[in-house]
């Protein structure tokens, strides 16, 4: 390396900072105050929110619903970004809303705490499906014997326009434009009422039935 040159570590590896020189600056989970700002900036681009108080409005809504996840803040901005007209931006809050509402019922907890711990979730809402359709837990891209899977982007089911295959698929959520151009991939899978795993049911429940 040239005189001058810096190495950054970005990790959740705590012992990784004996191989720096400065000391560590920690980072936690941003405030909703924080988030809901940083998801406007990154919905709205280079447009001023000011000059358009509704959407402003409807982006604090949808990253209230996001639940924190920065990846998912990052897909569904890039999607609002493209397309910043009202009704369209109140659709997807609508549809995530109903996404969030689903898999409380069906597993008791928001699709952010699932995801941080590999459960799949439901995302019929998203993709408008008659039939429930599940983002299974990620995997590598290297994974063989998803290679020949077809491939939709998230951000296309987000916006409506994906058409998706009537077998389990491949779900692109976010592809880096900088080397080495790392993909997160999920699969996605449909299934039957015979085939879905059964709900969480609250003790009350069980005594009513």
Known sequence: MGRGSKIIIITKVQKLTRFGTVRPVCLNSFSPEEYSYLFKVLAFGS???KEHPQL?????????VLGGSMIT??????VLRKNQSAKFWFSVWKKYS???RSNLLEFGEHPRHLMDKDHPIDISNIASSATP???MPPHGENDRCRKDLPKVMFGDLIAGSAILPKEQFELVAWESRILPYKKFLNVAKFFDEMNLPNPVVSPSKKRRR
């Open 98 to 100: 109903n996404v969030v």
């Open 73 to 78: 803040a990052n897909v569904y901005a890039d």
């Open 56 to 64: 402003a409005s409807i982006a604090k809504d949808i990253a209230a």
């Open 47 to 49: 447009t001023n929110p």
């Open 133 to 135: 359709l599940r983002l």
